[in-house]
């Protein structure tokens, strides 16, 4: 089969490799929309992410929609012909943390695209079959892919207390920001405040439901106290990856607010506004993918609530997958997500 092998640096090739073998619990899945997410492009601009470093030739993607093609002998839940949303991270299913239902903390993880698992930018995966969840006629590839930065969203929301007439900042726009907007909405949110630093990104915030939307790089708390007579948000959401972005939650946040950390950074430490944490008794609570949430993430694309499609700006074939690469990095023509359809 062939897949995008990256060898190093900016130097990705589409090589024939030999296609994974089907186990007993497994579906075969042949991939037809894979998302480039920002972790990619960093494997692929600089071959490695803190620890983790591309130490031999590794398949990218980790978004994935795809049909199903084969069926081990023990799968009862999922048919060949079922179109499929893969959920990408693969629990040991042993340790504490998977067996008390934490299974996105499993120090053993294998999940797509983190070196040495490779990820789906190819024609055909394994997956254990209940990590495929099958999709409606209505769902399209694309919009199945998309659960996957949805979850984190979802899982964003959920842990926040996201819920009916609590008010919400997403900080940072990108994919995952506008997604958290998405869901904090669909979840009941009456009031959801965006920041970014791009006004094209901050335009799309507001087209996608957002009350205001404000430049990260100026007062943000200043305008959300403005917005909530100086009461602030219920919850806030960094999404940006960066130090201004989260002492703005911490500042925009009101008393006995919640503080979830979405974004990761190339920064080993921030400084914080240390006071309003303690003296407004703010939770901060940091996030790691997501765990459980496909039947969500179904629910919400498949019912209309969510337009995951809404943020895919871009799509190229398999065989311009640099050229996606290059959208996703650099944001150009407005590039949000990017679809590599195969
Ligand atoms: P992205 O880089 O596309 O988006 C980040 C956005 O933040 C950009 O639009 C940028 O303009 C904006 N930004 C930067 N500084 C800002 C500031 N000071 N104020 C407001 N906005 C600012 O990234 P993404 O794909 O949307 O992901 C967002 C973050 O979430 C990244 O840090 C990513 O690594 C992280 N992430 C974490 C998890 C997890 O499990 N914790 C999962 C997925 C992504
Ligand atoms: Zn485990």
């Known amino acids: 089969m062939k897949a995008a092998v990256l060898h190093g640096p900016l130097d990705m090739r589409i090589e024939d490799v030999t296609p994974p073998a089907l186990g007993d619990d497994d579906v075969l899945v042949d991939v037809k929309a894979v998302g480039i997410c920002g972790s990619d ?35 009862k839940t999922v048919r060949v012909g079922d179109r499929v949303a893969v959920e990408p991270g693969i629990p040991c299913r042993a340790c504490e943390w998977c067996k008390t239902g934490r299974y996105n903390l499993c120090p053993d993880v294998r999940f797509h695209a983190t070196p040495p698992v490779d ?6 995966i394994v997956m254990p079959a209940d990590f495929v969840t099958p999709v409606p006629d209505h769902v399209s590839f694309e919009e199945a892919a998309m659960f996957e930065p949805l979850s984190v969203a979802i899982h964003a929301c959920r842990r926040g207390g996201v819920g009916p007439g ?40 507001l087209e996608l439901g957002a009350e205001a939307a404000f430049p990260g790089d100026g007062d943000v708390a200043a305008a959300v106290m403005e917005h909530t007579q100086g009461r602030g ?9 960066a130090e201004a972005a989260l002492s703005s939650c911490l500042m925009s946040c009101a008393r006995g607010g919640q503080v979830v950390v979405v974004g990761l950074s190339a920064q080993d430490f921030y400084k914080v ?5 303690a003296q407004k008794e703010l939770d901060i609570k940091g996030i790691f993918r997501y765990v459980y949430t496909y ?48």
Not at 233 to 241: F, K, L, N, R, S
């Open 166 to 205: 609590k008010s919400v900042l997403v900080a940072g726009a990108g994919p995952i920001g506008l997604v958290s907007l998405m869901v904090a909405l669909a979840f009941g949110a009456t009031r959801v405040f965006v920041t970014d630093l791009h006004p094209h990104r901050r335009r799309l915030a």
């Open 273 to 277: 506004p240390l006071n309003h944490l």
């Open 233 to 241: 948000v219920d919850v806030a959401i960094e999404c940006a990856g």
């Open 41 to 75: 492009v960093h494997y692929y601009r600089e071959g490695r992410i803190g620890e983790f470093v591309v130490e031999k030739p590794l398949i990218l993607g980790h978004e994935t929609g795809g049909i199903v093609s084969a069926v081990g002998k023990n799968v």
């Open 119 to 124: 990820g789906t930018l190819c024609e055909q």
């Open 295 to 342: 039947p969500a993430a179904l629910d919400l694309v498949a019912s209309g609530r969510v337009d995951v499609a809404k943020i895919i700006t871009h799509r190229f074939p398999f065989d311009q997958v640099e050229t996606g690469f290059e959208y996703a990095e650099t944001g150009k023509d407005g590039a949000v997500k990017v679809i590599i359809n195969l």
